[in-house]
């Protein structure tokens, strides 16, 4: 059971939530708090983490539930909390291929500091937790940064082995988009949906 978060700090691009999880272990209920850092508005998150930090932090995220129920839960619950993209955005142009659900994934470039800002959307609650965490990873960094770290978090947490198939896919797929986009920009214009 996931209990709705309480907002513990908010500032103008974040807003770190307290979860409090509650599960039943031998017939008492357990609690587990999760601090959910989630970007406010279009994506933006400051960072003072590298995306390798980023990465270790979600690692610990994920080590605070003892199964693989809870840590979809928690997916699902970060999901649920996503920004969803307006209806104007939510365009054949703006698709990633190679999803099972439809997924629209959107990049601005900050010519001031360099950032590339993502802001994505899905119209299942799993996948929107996926795109979560990867706007957790990605967003607001140089393409630089982004093309240098792969997401090696969600192997080393065993997220796409608990993923079907073809979830396991979209992520890929979302993830490669991202590496599209940030390519890119780095050429000097955003790449094009495959």
Same mark, same amino acid.
């Given at each position: 059971?996931?209990?709705?978060?309480?907002?513990? *700090?908010?500032?103008?691009?974040?807003?770190?939530?307290?979860?409090?999880?509650?599960?039943?272990?031998?017939? !008492?209920?357990?609690?587990?708090?999760?601090?959910?850092?989630?970007?406010?508005?279009?994506?933006?998150?400051?960072?003072?983490?590298?995306? #390798?930090?980023?990465?270790?932090?979600?690692? /610990?995220?994920?080590?605070l539930f003892d199964?693989?129920?809870? $840590?979809?839960?928690?997916? +699902?619950? +970060?999901?649920?909390?996503?920004?969803?993209?307006?209806?104007?955005? $939510?365009?054949?142009a703006n698709k990633?291929?190679?999803?099972? *659900?439809?997924?629209?994934?959107?990049? /601005?470039?900050?010519?001031?500091?360099?950032?590339?800002?993502?802001?994505?959307? *899905?119209?299942?609650?799993?996948?929107?937790?996926?795109?979560?965490?990867?706007?957790?990873?990605? *967003?607001?960094?140089?393409?630089?940064?982004? +093309?240098?770290?792969?997401?090696?978090?969600?192997?080393?947490?065993?997220?796409?082995?608990?993923?079907?198939?073809?979830? #396991?896919?979209?992520?890929?797929?979302?993830? !490669?988009?991202?590496?599209?986009?940030?390519?890119?920009?780095?050429?000097?214009?955003? #790449?094009?949906?495959?």
């Amino acid at each position: 059971m996931v209990r709705p978060p309480d907002i513990i *700090s908010r500032d103008d691009t974040t807003t770190i939530r307290l979860q409090i999880i509650a599960r039943t272990v031998e017939g !008492k209920p357990e609690f587990r708090h999760i601090l959910a850092r989630v970007p406010n508005s279009r994506g933006d998150m400051t960072q003072t983490a590298t995306i #390798a930090e980023e990465q270790a932090l979600i690692a /610990e995220d994920f080590d605070l539930f003892d199964d693989w129920r809870d $840590r979809i839960e928690y997916v +699902l619950d +970060l999901g649920r909390h996503l920004e969803p993209l307006p209806a104007e955005d $939510r365009i054949d142009a703006n698709k990633v291929r190679g999803c099972q *659900s439809q997924v629209w994934m959107i990049a /601005e470039l900050d010519q001031a500091t360099g950032r590339i800002s993502i802001r994505a959307d *899905s119209d299942a609650f799993i996948v929107r937790g996926l795109i979560a965490l990867l706007l957790r990873l990605y *967003s607001n960094r140089p393409a630089d940064e982004i +093309l240098a770290n792969p997401p090696t978090v969600f192997d080393e947490i065993g997220l796409g082995a608990h993923l079907s198939p073809t979830r #396991a896919n979209g992520l890929h797929a979302m993830v !490669k988009r991202i590496r599209q986009l940030a390519t890119g920009f780095v050429h000097g214009a955003p #790449a094009a949906a495959e």
